[in-house]
């Protein structure tokens, strides 16, 4: 079942959060920084991990939609999905709709796995990733959501803060 909700994911306090970052080790922007400002344990282990990558002499292209999982408590993990190559600001398009759609299946695998129950979700790639969110990854979370029945989905709409 998918939920649409208002509001800021950081406010979540069970179940597991899904969010897209790049391969470039940063989480300084979008729903990435406030998830890294919440839970700084999550950048921690995210920078960790994209070193090892960067590291491991593979190709760079083999890792998109890879997951890593950050427990927070008993109740709360915490998902960095490897969704883009590269981060910006403006029009260029920098999210991957397969990629997406890999780390997504993987988190609701993790979820059952797991008894998480419900899988948070931003707009993946919609803001920061210059994806059309509901024209290119709704219609694949629908599909998802077909397979994985027993997991909530819920979709996590909102405007950044403003930092001043």
């Not at 391969?23 to 070193?51: C, E, K, S």
């Not at 948070?120 to 920061?128: A, D, L």
């Amino acid at each position: 079942m998918i939920v649409h909700n208002y509001g800021n994911i950081t406010w979540v306090e069970a179940g597991l959060i899904l969010h897209g970052v790049s391969l470039q080790g940063v989480m300084g922007a979008g729903v990435a920084f406030d998830i890294a400002q919440r839970w700084p344990i999550v950048h921690t282990n995210y920078i960790a991990w994209t070193m090892e990558i960067h590291n491991s002499g593979k190709s760079l292209e083999s890792y998109l939609g890879e997951v890593q999982f950050v427990n927070i408590s008993d109740s709360l993990t915490v998902a960095n999905g490897l969704t883009q190559h590269f981060y910006g600001h403006g029009d260029k398009r920098y999210a991957i709709p397969d990629a997406i759609e890999k780390c997504i299946e993987t988190a609701c695998i993790h979820a059952i796995e797991n008894k998480l129950l419900v899988l948070h979700i931003p707009e993946i790639g919609g803001k920061r990733g210059g994806i059309n969110f509901e024209a290119e990854i709704m219609p694949r979370i629908e599909k998802i959501d077909k397979k994985f029945e027993g997991l909530f989905i819920q979709i996590w709409h909102y405007d950044e803060p403003k930092r001043y």
